[in-house]
Structures are given as structure tokens and as C-alpha cells.
């Protein structure tokens, strides 16, 4: 059973910089930079003809490219954060974009995701870091000054069996060139 999601690939450029935001973090698992990517849709594990569904349902999207940009660097959990992100700064076409993936998922009896969507890319898990700890080092990165990058296609990707981070595969990749549906 593969486990998958839809995502948006990061550009080596936007990766590079982000990769420098890495160390001096006590208790982080630092994510590997070519495993950067924001994720539009969880998925999960499902079956191979589940899987072949949703990549024949992502070809009927139809979106056209859009700019992204790095907010700023945070985290998600408290008592203790578990995460360190990079959080992109929302738009209308992000969000329809994911809108419509979510739709997507539904429309195949797919769950609804129960989370609110927050498009970030993850830079580290953490294990055993408090709340100083990620205050000092959030502090010490300064504000993060990345120049926003062009999304032209998503992807779905596959996450190969392991403790999280990675690796990631691209299954598919689909092109974002016509029309807002």
C-alpha cells in the first residue's frame, strides 16, 4: 500500500535557503533539503487502484501558475513544539488550488482532512525541545528573507516507509496552465 499526498515541489533555489536555517537546535531531526515540499492534500495509505484514482482525478485540474513566498520561520505543537516550519504567506491561488484537492479527495469517499490547512514546508522534527529552546533559536534566525519562487505544476507524491521526512517520490506531476475551474 502506498502512502501518498499532493504537493507543491520547492524549488532548489527556495530549498538552498531554507537549508540554511538548519542547526543549533537541540533535539531537532533536520529534514533532508531535496524532501522539502508543501503538502496540499494528505492522502494516507491506500490501495493501488485508489492510488490510480486519485492520479487520473488530479489531471482534471485546472489552475494557472502562481507565486509563492516564505513568510517566516515557526512551529507547530506547544509543551513541547514538535515541528519547525517554514510558513508561506497565504493566497487566494494556494488556496483554491487545495481547495480543490480536498474536493477531489471527497468526491473518491476520501475523509474530509480535519485539520485547517496551513501551507508550511517542514524543516525539522523535534524530539524533546522546549519552549526556551525554540524561542532562542527562532530569536537567533532573524527574519527569513527568501524571494518568492513560481508553482507551475503539483504533484503527487509517495512516502517510502520510515520514521517521517522522507524520502518522497514524485508519482505524477501535473502542469498548471489553463483555466481556474
Not at 487502484?49 to 505543537?77: C, H, K, N, W, Y
Not at 509543551?79 to 487545495?98: D, G
Request: aromatic fraction near 8%; charge should be negative; glycine fraction near 8%.
Amino acid at each position: 500500500m502506498p502512502r501518498i499526498f499532493t504537493g507543491i515541489e520547492i524549488p532548489p533555489a527556495t530549498r538552498d535557503a531554507l537549508a540554511m536555517l538548519r542547526g543549533g537546535l537541540p533535539g531537532a531531526r533536520w529534514i533532508d533539503p531535496e524532501n522539502y515540499h508543501l503538502t496540499l492534500r494528505f492522502v494516507g495509505d491506500v490501495d493501488g487502484r485508489t492510488a490510480d484514482e486519485i492520479a487520473e482525478m488530479l489531471s482534471l485540474v485546472q489552475r494557472q501558475p502562481f507565486q509563492l513566498e516564505v513568510a517566516g520561520v515557526g512551529f507547530f505543537g506547544s509543551r513541547p513544539p514538535h515541528a519547525l516550519i517554514a510558513r508561506m504567506v497565504p493566497s487566494p491561488e494556494l488556496s483554491e488550488l487545495q481547495a480543490e484537492h480536498e474536493r477531489l479527495m471527497q468526491r473518491l469517499g476520501l475523509r474530509p482532512e480535519a485539520r485547517k490547512y496551513a501551507p508550511h514546508v517542514t524543516l525539522a522534527r523535534l524530539r524533546r525541545t522546549n519552549e526556551k529552546q525554540m524561542a532562542s533559536h527562532l530569536s537567533e534566525q532573524g527574519g527569513v528573507a527568501i524571494p518568492p519562487f513560481s508553482v507551475d505544476q503539483f504533484a503527487l507524491f509517495s512516502a517510502r516507509e520510515s520514521v517521517g521526512g522522507g524520502p518522497y517520490f514524485v508519482e505524477a506531476a501535473y502542469p498548471l496552465s489553463g483555466e481556474a475551474t
